[in-house]
């Protein structure tokens, strides 16, 4: 195997790269995935459709990650060829039921549902396995997160006590679950959100099997984010209000923050207009969260040898593509003096990056160079 790089100055002397590329940083997702495990009173189930890079997955598992929170049959497979111990949660709540089958032939127990219908299909595909967990979605409030997600799922609470009362009678231990949005910035949201479920919960007269307070959980962008363990911390006391002895699992489905350090992206610009850069990725290419979290990734100005002194100005970034949807208006601030043959390095972009690539226009899937930052290096910059 090449010895990785040590960083993205390092790429750019040796390979002065025309295309974009994708800097994994395994050590990094290792690292977040280790914090994470150590924090959560409870277990953490990594959401594999953020990152679902064998690479990253192997990371994930070597920092600790055991469960693992599956949205398709083609996720199951994917993990277990990685970790073939993995506890698989299928946590989307409408499947094919031949899908719903196979995960279950390949040791699936936890399944989402949102409606009777799905619980029913459920019954059907596994063939009425009473140690299957059927999970409810709840629809909980989504105003907390930079990206809401409650447009398409969750039931309401009189529509999750209806549901839990009936799995009960079809002879389930149901659990219940909920997401607050992706990039959530207030533990507040995680009690307020926990609150509600154990309310339904206690409505049903049942103890849940699991509470699984999802994902949402905030990277750190900006770096003055609350923290994990203070939305876990948030989750945790609205659990311990309703249930003080709680003899379920309580679980949270990171995604984001786990997968957001594990990789960073290397652009270049291919032209400069005033003060909006022309960039050889984009919105159909590894930066589509750009788009809708906007000015929020780090960036910075890569020129090895020739360090900018100019000040910050805020640019606005293009991509390659025809289409006027590719642009990311930010603001993201880089040296007044930055222009067409410079390289930017775009920080915490493993989540929904790698996922969300497309091939429009005929720009290929990104070249993957390993970086590894040794600590030396980190306290020399
Ligand atoms: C997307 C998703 C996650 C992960 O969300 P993040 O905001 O990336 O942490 C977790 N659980 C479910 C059910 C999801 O759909």
Redesign the pocket.
């Known amino acids: 195997m090449t010895t990785p790089f040590s960083g993205a100055e390092a790429i750019v002397s040796a390979l002065r790269p025309n295309d974009p590329i994708l800097l994994l940083r395994a050590d990094e997702a290792r690292a977040a995935a280790r914090a994470c495990v150590d924090a959560f009173p409870g277990t953490v ?1 990594y ?1 594999v ?2 990152c679902d890079r064998p690479d990253v997955l192997k990371a994930l598992a070597d920092g600790g990650i055991r469960h693992w ?1 599956v ?1 398709s049959l083609h996720e199951v497979r994917a993990v277990l060829s990685v970790a073939p111990d993995a506890v698989l949660h299928y ?3 409408i499947k094919a039921l031949a899908h719903i089958a196979a995960a279950h032939d390949l040791g699936v127990r936890t399944f ?1 549902f949102d409606c009777e219908r799905e619980l029913h299909k459920i019954a059907q595909a596994t063939a009425g396995d009473r140690e299957v967990i059927p999970v409810v ?1 709840l629809r909980v409030p989504n105003d907390k ?1 930079r ?1 809401p ?1 409650d447009g398409k ?1 969750g039931c309401s609470e009189a529509e999750a006590t209806a549901l839990l009362r009936l799995a009960v009678e079809m002879g389930y231990r149901p659990g219940i ?1 909920f ?1 607050v ?4 910035e207030s533990p507040d949201a995680y009690r307020v959100a926990t609150e509600i479920a154990c309310r339904v919960a206690v409505e049903a007269g049942i103890e849940p099997s699991i509470l ?1 307070i ?4 905030p990277a750190a962008y900006r770096g003055d984010e609350p923290s994990f363990g203070s939305c876990a911390a948030a989750a945790k006391a609205g659990l311990d209000a309703f249930f003080p002895a709680f003899g379920g699992v309580f679980q949270c ?7 957001a350090p594990a990789a960073s992206v290397l652009v270049r610009v291919e032209l400069r207009k005033g003060n909006n850069l022309f960039l050889n990725d984009g919105y159909y290419g590894l930066l589509s969260e750009l788009k809708w979290m906007t000015g929020l990734h780090p960036v910075r100005l890569v020129r090895p040898g020739r360090a900018s002194q100019a000040p910050l100005q805020p640019f606005a970034f293009f991509g390659p593509t025809c289409d006027s949807i590719d642009a990311m208006e930010g603001p993201y601030h880089l040296p007044g003096d930055i222009d067409e043959g410079d390289w930017i390095e775009i920080s915490l972009l493993g ?2 990056s790698t996922v969300l690539a497309t091939r429009f226009n005929g720009f290929p899937e990104a070249r993957v160079i390993e970086v590894r930052e040794t600590k030396e290096l980190r306290e020399a910059a």
């Open positions: 189930a959401a459709k953020v929170d949205a946590m989307n709540p989402a979605r997160a990206f997600l799922f679950t997401h949005g992706s990039q959530c699984d999802g994902g949402g959980f489905e990171p995604g984001r923050l786990l997968a989540a929904y």
